[in-house]
Nanobody
Framework: QVQLVESGGGLVQPGGSLRLSCAAS????????MGWYRQAPGKQRELVAE???????NYATSVKGRFTISRDNAKNIVDLQMNSLQPEDTAVYYC?????WGQGTQVTVSS
């Protein structure tokens, strides 16, 4: 099973940007969908964005136009560029290959 490690979280002011990265311990080339999810305190984990092997993305309505997901099958990395961050984006962000989860990275948007 591929191990997933997220990085890039932190504290940012509203309107700011962060870039999250998910590094896989093995090849993601054969994994059709790689996704980023998030879980805010007291809420269920939700899909943020996902991307197919061929690079076709799908976004949650709440992040469309602000977030961009990308994947590099050669480097086994899936990134999430987050722009125009708002306090409601505050959550722990997780990477998933459909079989497991990383440990998550905290994103806090606050002034």
């Amino acid at each position: 099973q591929v191990q997933l490690v997220e990085s890039g979280g932190g504290l940012v002011q509203p309107g700011g940007s962060l870039r999250l990265s998910c590094a896989a311990s093995g090849s993601i080339f054969g994994i059709y969908l790689m996704g980023w999810y998030r879980q805010a305190p007291g809420k269920q984990r939700e899909l943020v964005a996902e991307i197919t092997t061929g690079g076709r993305p799908n976004y949650a309505t709440s992040v469309k136009g602000r977030f961009t997901i990308s994947r590099d099958n050669a480097k086994n990395i899936v990134d999430l560029q987050m722009n125009s961050l708002q306090p409601e984006d505050t959550a722990v962000y997780y990477c998933s290959d459909g079989y497991g989860w990383g440990q998550g990275t905290q994103v806090t948007v606050s002034s």
